[in-house]
């Protein structure tokens, strides 16, 4: 018998809602949400998401191609994490769930597991990747160097390499949406 068998978790639906309500305001127009990857709309939701992580004191890490991952620590360093999550941007006048729900769904458990004060073995992280929707430019580059969809979380899989990606976009810079988040 686990030690998990007598234990209840219970996702707070209210506290996910109002989450989700608030993340679909940041980029609301009248026809819906454009939030395309790397545009100031997606820079305001990468800053509200990070601003939640550090409330429930997660390590945020930022790699390379500006994919977000808020990182609740194990008990088991030598064990590899639990990932949970999708992406913030959107396609144009996407509905507010568009990638959200992943991401904010991944956040709740964490809230969950931090209000329950419950430790897991391996870590767990949320991850917001940048650019999932492949929607426009900058970063559309890469649609036409690498094969499939969902280029940003193949490079987190390992499946395509950034070294790649980067040579199909001199001119990309992330820099500008990893820097400290505004008004926080």
């Keep these: 018998m686990s030690k ?14 109002n989450t989700l309500t608030e993340m679909g305001q940041v980029g609301r127009e009248q026809r819906g ?4 990857a790397l545009n100031d709309a997606d820079k305001d939701a990468r800053d509200l998401f990070t601003g939640w992580l550090r409330e ?20 088991d360093p030598s064990l590899l ?29 964490i809230r969950v597991l931090n209000q ?9 992280a949320v991850a917001a990747f ?11 580059f890469v649609e036409q160097a690498l094969p499939g969809p969902y280029v940003m979380s193949n490079l987190f899989a390992g499946t395509y390499y950034v070294s790649a990606v980067m040579l199909q976009a001199p001119r990309f ?4 949406f990893l820097g400290p988040p505004k008004n926080r």
């Design 4 to 17: 998990w068998s007598n234990m209840q978790f219970q996702i707070d639906g209210d506290r996910l809602w």
């Design 33 to 36: 949400v454009n939030r395309l």
């Design 56 to 75: 429930e004191g997660l390590e945020v890490k930022v790699d390379r191609i500006g994919n977000i991952f808020g990182i609740r620590k194990g008990t």
């Design 81 to 109: 994490p639990v990932v949970v999550g999708s992406h913030l941007d959107t396609v144009r006048e996407a509905g507010v769930f568009d990638g959200a729900l992943g991401v904010l769904s991944g956040l709740e458990i």
């Design 116 to 124: 329950g004060d419950i430790d897991t073995e391996r870590a767990l």
């Design 130 to 140: 940048t650019n999932a929707a492949m929607d426009h430019a900058p970063v559309a």
């Design 173 to 176: 810079s992330p820099s500008r």
